[in-house]
């Protein structure tokens, strides 16, 4: 199928039906890929970008260039609840006077955390049980706290059934949930064309973070990540659409790369477990420090989920009688 790049700077893309916007973030990873297509009742919006002015411009030349203008947007679906996914959604919404639609599970997740009035003792208890100390917690909160401006104004979230399937110009696209990356994270199969909308989860030039600690409620999300991936591996995708980067077809080999990346820091996080720690503590031996907080609490929350998903195996054991949750290996 031909990839367009209509401004010659693959920041406007059209595969097919579908227009990738890239939008711009503050961040490591730099884009986010935000999506517009036709539907029967009107143009719809796939994830947005964060709100920023040269975001929201972006999307005024994108529409100018398409040829159509906000009243034309009937709904705004977002595959997760990130900043760098939803950010724009509350101005698109102002724009375009149209629902916004989340994961139920994320819907949930967002009006917990993100737009608390005290991010801190939401989140408290179940950092020192993983071994982080207030200052710790504070840095988190601080950092947190940074993204505000950047998903200002809130949108008025509905949350997106699990069995509403999207319509994008003639083709069907299922809607079908991957936890792992947030609880809710959902992704879009068209059957027909092989078609698959990966989101988060599978991008082609990296591997995003497993575990969405501490908004995550999955009890195992490794366990359950995996398991879905599997079951995603007996589809015939050929043509895969990331959250971040560039239009892809080797699903199959990112699969494997990803399933063998887990594995691989699950036997680093199981070697490093060399005697009863914390949570953060493991992190510390298995792990690089880092001075930025967001990758701290990043190496936290795959340790967390690793150590989890060892638990299920019997490889390891975890006493939670006590303020911190105390890890060891053996039978």
């Known amino acids: 199928m031909e990839i367009r790049d209509i401004w010659g700077n693959g920041h406007l893309i059209q595969f097919k039906n579908i227009y990738i916007i890239k939008t711009f973030m503050p961040f490591p990873l730099k884009e986010t890929n935000a999506f517009l297509a036709e539907s029967p009742d009107g143009w719809i919006v796939i994830d947005c970008g964060v709100n920023l002015e040269v975001n929201r411009e972006q999307w005024n030349l994108a529409l100018a260039e398409i040829g159509i203008n906000y009243k034309m947007i009937k709904g705004i ?22 629902p916004v639609y989340l994961p139920p599970e994320d819907f949930n997740t967002y ?5 608390s009035d005290d991010y801190f003792t ?6 020192i049980r993983a071994g982080w100390t207030d200052d710790l917690i504070h840095d988190l909160t601080t950092d947190m706290n940074s993204i505000d401006s950047m998903i200002r104004p809130y949108p008025q979230l509905t949350p997106w059934q699990k069995d509403n399937n999207l319509q994008l ?13 947030t609880d809710g994270h959902i992704i879009l199969f068209n059957e027909k064309d092989g ?33 879905v991936l599997d079951n995603l591996a ?46 953060w503590g493991l992190s510390n031996r298995a792990f690089p420090d880092n001075q930025y907080i967001h990758i701290k609490r990043l190496f936290l929350a795959e340790t967390l989920a690793y150590l989890q998903a060892l638990v299920t195996e019997g490889q390891v054991h975890k006493d939670e009688s006590g303020k911190q ?3 060891w290996s053996g039978n």
């Not at 679906?77 to 149209?98: F, I, N, P, R, S």
């Not at 015939?236 to 959250?243: A, L, N, S, V």
Request: glycine letters at 6%; charged letters at 20%; hydrophobic letters at 35%.
């Open 77 to 98: 679906y977002l595959t997760h609840y990130h900043h760098d996914h939803l950010g724009l959604a509350g101005w698109l919404q102002q724009k375009c006077e149209v």
């Open 111 to 115: 009006h917990r955390f993100i737009i």
């Open 122 to 127: 939401m989140i408290r208890n179940d950092c």
């Open 169 to 181: 110009g003639e083709d069907n696209y299922q809607v079908m949930r991957l936890p792992g990356h």
């Open 195 to 227: 078609i698959l909308f990966t989101g988060d989860n599978v991008v082609p030039h990296t591997i995003l973070h497993l575990s969405d600690w501490p908004h995550m409620k999955i009890y195992d999300p490794m366990t359950e990540h995996i398991k």
């Open 234 to 279: 007996s589809l015939k995708i050929h043509y895969c659409i990331p959250g971040h980067g560039k239009l892809f077809e080797n699903f199959a080999e990112r699969l494997h790369i990803i399933k063998q990346h887990h594995e691989r820091r699950k036997e680093k996080v199981l070697s490093a477990l060399t005697s009863p720690t914390t949570a």
């Open 325 to 327: 949750i105390v890890y």
